[in-house]
């Protein structure tokens, strides 16, 4: 059963960095896209980043274009989302989602800072990033 764990996140000051991790059981990564998504307080989940099962296709939210970096190690069947120059509206709990299929879906999720719509991605149990000084 596909299944993923997210980890990394925690405590920070603006203008640091951390590092998530999404870690992929139960299915090959090489055969999946991966997304990262965040829902912060009050607010919906919006999508951030995304990368192609190949990890050749990547795109990036505007909000976090020139901040966050979106990577895969499909050796050690985990994505990663480096975090730099983190703010206090980053602050949010943080969630990688797996799609075998439908990576433009998951490109336009991305694009417009929304929730990835149907239901055909694997969730995982998010990771809480808060940012304050």
């Known amino acids: 059963q596909l299944q993923l764990v997210e980890s990394g996140g925690g405590l920070v000051q603006p203008g640091e960095s951390l590092t998530l991790s999404c870690v992929v059981t139960?299915?090959?990564?090489?055969?999946?896209?991966i997304g990262w998504f965040r829902r912060a307080p009050g607010k919906g989940r919006e999508g951030l980043a995304s990368i192609n099962k190949s990890g050749v296709v990547t795109n990036y939210a505007d909000s976090v274009n020139d901040r966050f970096t979106i990577s895969r190690d499909n050796a050690k069947n985990t994505v990663y989302l480096q975090m730099n120059s983190l703010k206090p509206d980053d602050t949010a709990v943080y969630y990688c989602?797996?799609?075998?299929?439908?990576?433009?879906?998951?490109?336009?999720?991305?694009?417009?800072?929304?929730?990835?719509?149907?239901?055909?991605?694997?969730w995982g149990q998010g990771t809480q990033v808060t940012v304050s000084s």
């Open positions: 989602v797996a799609l075998r299929h439908g990576y433009a879906a998951l490109r336009t999720a991305v694009e417009s800072q929304k929730d990835l719509t149907g239901d055909s991605g694997s």
């Open positions: 139960g299915f090959t990564l090489d055969y999946l896209h």
